[in-house]
């Protein structure tokens, strides 16, 4: 049975900084893609950055910049690094992975696993 767990979200004041950790089991995504996505309440789903098994990366727009994604592939593990964090970055953030190596689209229906989600809350 595959996990990804999610940890390091919580309360931040604007301009501050998180990191997120994702440790997944179950499945070795050593050659697949892993990220994260995010969604506000009544918005949709949608991705913040994804990383392939060879570090090449794709971000929104909007977190250009500001985060970074990393990897360990031993590990498998992926981690968010949020910096300069405004208010509109406010959600609730999953762990995404997939099998072969799609992610990279930016398209939710690419990940075949998710997380459970931990809350990211930037204060104004």
């Known amino acids: 049975q595959v996990q990804l767990v999610e940890s390091g979200g919580g309360l931040v004041q604007a301009g501050g900084s998180l990191r997120l950790s994702c440790a997944a089991s179950?499945?070795?995504?050593?050659?697949?893609?892993m990220g994260w996505f995010r969604q506000a309440p009544g918005k949709e789903r949608e991705a913040v950055a994804v990383?392939?098994?060879?570090?090449?990366?794709n971000y929104e727009d909007s977190v250009k910049g500001r985060f970074t994604i990393s990897r360990d592939n031993a590990k498998n593990t992926v981690y968010l690094q949020m910096s300069s964090l405004k208010p509109e970055d406010t959600a609730v953030y999953y762990c995404a992975a997939s099998r072969d190596v799609r992610m990279l689209s930016l398209r939710v229906s690419a990940v075949d696993y998710w997380g459970q989600g931990t809350q990211v809350t930037v204060s104004s």
């Open positions: 990383m392939r098994w060879n570090h090449r990366t």
């Open positions: 179950g499945r070795s995504f050593s050659s697949g893609d």
